[in-house]
């Protein structure tokens, strides 16, 4: 095969499976949308301000789209932790992490290959949890204790990417480590972190529209 048929055969691969990928993202998405609008909103004076729903589709509290979604116990909480976890959430809800989160993980279908994807989606869930988590502590003053909410919803959670987990981020032990050490998150660090995201996918785009020439060049 010429230069420009092995180019055209890995466009095709490479985009074949970013549309699967890209599918199966948007299935996870719709399922979420209509948990979201089969949930039970609550009315209580600690919701006020904010949407949230409980469903047994969720065994952990969550962020999906705008709407904050907790399990059927969740009016059985204690006050405080139900404080913590509506601080944390409404965090969430503020800076739009659902939505960030969103295009992240649509980054990462679109260029599955390349491993700067990957880390971008991991590294701003990383920052949004640890913005919430510096919330939640604001609200309730207690790091040992919210540590202990973290690792009890922990032990209830199943890994789902297509909604923000309470307890669902895969560096749990450096949230809680963070958490318990008294370290503050950096909001700039969010920014940075979104700033070389769009830088990278420049570059690849860059890159990849460079590919026909070299491949010509080859022939």
């Known amino acids: 095969k010429t230069g420009t048929e092995w180019y055209t055969a890995l466009i095709v691969i490479v ?12 299935l996870g998405i719709v ?7 089969a949930a039970i909103p609550i ?9 949230v729903r409980v469903t047994s589709a969720v065994n952990s509290p969550a962020t999906v789209f705008s ?6 116990d969740f009016e059985g909480w204690t006050a405080q932790v139900q404080r913590a976890v509506l601080a944390h ?7 739009r992490d659902f939505y960030v989160q969103w295009a992240a993980q649509l980054h990462r279908c679109i260029f599955w290959f390349n491993p700067l994807a990957w880390w971008l989606a991991r590294r701003l869930s990383a920052l949004s949890e ?26 209830r959670v199943t890994r ?24 503050d ?3 700039s660090g969010l920014v940075t972190t979104l700033a070389v995201g769009v830088t990278l996918l420049a570059v690849v785009t860059i890159a990849a529209g460079s590919w026909p020439a070299l491949a010509r060049s080859g022939d």
């Open 130 to 155: 640890h913005i919430s988590d510096d919330a939640a502590l604001e609200a309730t003053q207690e790091r040992a204790q919210y540590a202990e909410v973290l690792l009890g919803f922990a032990q």
């Open 67 to 72: 709407t904050i979604l907790v399990p059927v």
């Open 31 to 37: 399922r979420w949308w209509r948990v979201r609008a």
């Open 185 to 187: 998150a950096s909001r």
């Open 43 to 51: 009315a209580s004076s600690l919701c006020a301000g904010c949407d």
């Open 15 to 26: 985009v074949a499976i970013a549309a699967a990928l890209g599918v199966r993202h948007t």
């Open 160 to 183: 789902n990417d297509h909604i923000l987990q309470m307890a669902g981020s895969r560096t749990l032990t450096a949230r809680i480590e963070r958490i318990l050490s008294g370290q």
């Open 89 to 95: 959430e409404r965090t969430h809800v503020a800076n």
